[in-house]
């Protein structure tokens, strides 16, 4: 293991790996409740296409794991950490040859309150794989060896931010904060810097009739490459004087002035203002709307229940980084055996950024009892239903994302679908990238200490009607509790994915058993 760890590292695994080090001593200084809890997983896997080959090219290969990890959370008067590493060394046998792998996994977090009701900083570090380009085979898997397809690449991130929040005497709330955070990918796309502060200030509780916010942002990242970097200033603000208990006047003021590579001639960036009311009868309805100089707002809500809402929100603004309409919503219920949910939204981003905000990507479902874990730790004995896989690109793009969720719970059984539709607009080149796809799981508890887990998905990706893949994904997991510090899985797994191009058409079945030990 010493090998594989000396092997793997990175000069971005370097500056984590102090990262994590800084913050394990930091957190052990406070008194609290801390919990270490170190732990391996062993495994066996087999599968008839280790390197995800076309259809006659397949090779069937013996994959050994052991994956060492510690797991480290706790809580003092000053101080949350929540760190969790693991090295999965892998050791292939088969007909393709002999080879030995091995990934870096990292989930770090931490807040601290340096001055009492003041001065907090915040830190992360993450180490993991992802996928390289959509279009090609071998995205989906950490298994596939070196010699394989080579669709995966490591990524390495992390952000220190330290931050002033008062609420000066209950006028004023303030929020001033600089965060620091870098990027380092092997292949694909280029690592970056990133350098921003933000002001964010509101009415306090002494403000009655009139309400105000006010937010300034510059963040500037520079790319490792000839990509150019991207810089986003934002300011903008807005005021609500009560006329009624039921009718508020509105007025919005803000400037953009964004920076970036793009093929259209001219970002136009400028300011904006508008005016308007925001009407709300009672708690289960509101309706608002603004029109102005460069900006028109509508937004819309329903509370029928405490369990059920409806947000809509429409702008048409005619500067920054993404002008003219855009949407965003969202839609929850919950009953007492199922819950609901839908989302919209339309930002601007780069890959940078969306590899360093965890679990957008996957929906992670607890095999013991069939619930979501909404930020699992790479030790966690999880079951990954993939939501979104993305291309890595050093350009900037406009995401466009919509999702919907239904999930139900029963005595002894769970049931969850999720549906989504991802666009992807690409600055410079102006491609267009769309990737839609439906995952489904079924929880089964066969005995207290016994669960069965049926997931299964299909996934469509489409770039500029130039490639077109399909991916169908089935996987059958039986997970046993052994006893408190020892948990045992058998699964098998089946792959197809069918392409307009031949060389990435592939289909794989594998069966692989794992045991995790905790000390």
């Not at 002999?98 to 601290?112: P, R, Y």
């Not at 013991?368 to 990954?384: A, C, L, M, R, S």
């Not at 399909?470 to 197809?496: A, E, K």
Request: hydrophobic residues 30%; neutral net charge.
């Amino acid at each position: 293991l010493r090998v594989l760890w000396l092997r793997a590292m990175r000069p971005g695994c370097l500056h984590l790996a102090g990262l994590a080090i800084t913050m394990v001593s930091y957190a052990t200084v406070y008194a609290g409740e801390w919990d270490i809890t170190p732990r391996v997983t062993l495994g066996e896997t087999f599968t008839d296409n280790v390197n995800l080959e076309p259809s006659g090219e397949e090779d069937a290969g013996l994959i050994t794991e052991v994956t060492p990890g510690i797991h480290v959370k706790g809580k003092s008067a000053r101080l949350i950490a929540n760190i969790d590493y693991q090295l999965q060394a892998l050791f292939y046998l088969g007909d393709g040859g002999n080879d030995v792998g091995s990934n870096h996994q990292l989930f770090a977090d931490i807040t601290g309150e340096l001055v009492n009701d003041l001065f907090f900083v915040d830190a992360s570090g993450r180490i993991f794989q992802t996928t390289i380009d959509t279009e090609r085979r071998g995205g989906g898997s950490d298994l596939v060896s070196g010699t394989g397809a080579g669709n995966r690449t490591n990524v390495y991130g992390y952000s220190i931010s330290p931050y002033l929040r008062n609420n000066f005497g209950g006028y004023v709330n303030g929020l001033a904060r600089y965060t620091h955070s870098r990027t380092f990918i092997d292949d694909g796309a280029s690592g970056s810097t990133s350098n921003a502060f933000s002001l964010n200030l509101s009415s306090g509780r002494n403000f009655r009739q009139l309400s105000w916010f006010g937010n300034l942002l510059h963040r500037k990242q520079e790319r490792n490459s000839s990509a150019g970097d991207v810089t986003f200033k934002r300011a903008d603000g807005e005021a609500r004087y009560r006329l009624s208990s039921t009718f508020s006047l509105v007025g919005q003021e803000g400037y953009r002035d964004d920076d970036f590579r793009t093929s259209r001639n001219d970002l136009n960036n400028g300011s904006y203002w508008a005016v308007g009311g925001n009407w709300q009868p009672s708690r289960f309805f509101f309706i608002g709307a603004t029109k102005g100089n460069n900006l028109a707002t509508a937004s819309f809500g329903l509370f029928p229940t405490r369990r059920t809402s409806l947000l809509v929100n429409w702008q048409d603004l005619e500067v920054g980084s993404n002008p003219g309409e855009t949407w965003t919503g969202s839609f929850s219920h919950r009953s007492r055996r199922t819950t609901w949910g839908a989302s919209y939204t339309e930002r601007t981003t780069t890959t940078q950024d969306q590899l360093l905000e965890s679990s957008t990507r996957n929906v992670f479902i607890d095999p013991e009892t069939g619930e979501v874990v909404d930020n699992p730790q790479p030790g966690d004995n999880v079951v990954i239903q993939p939501v979104e896989d993305f291309t890595l690109t050093d350009e900037v793009f406009v995401r466009k994302r919509a999702t919907g969720t239904v999930g139900m719970k029963t005595g002894k059984s769970g049931l969850r679908l999720t549906v989504y539709n991802v666009g992807r607009v690409y600055e410079e080149s102006r491609t267009e990238e769309t990737t839609n796809g439906v995952t489904s799981s079924w929880n089964y508890r066969l005995a207290p200490r016994t669960n069965s887990i049926l997931t299964a998905s299909w996934r469509g990706t489409e770039r500029d009607e130039s490639t077109d893949n399909d991916r169908w994904f089935v996987q059958f997991d039986l997970v046993r509790r052994i006893r408190p510090d020892l948990l045992g899985s058998i699964n098998f797994r089946h792959t197809q994915q069918d392409s307009n191009e031949s060389r990435n058409n592939y289909t794989e079945n594998r069966i692989f058993a794992r045991i995790t030990a905790f000390f």
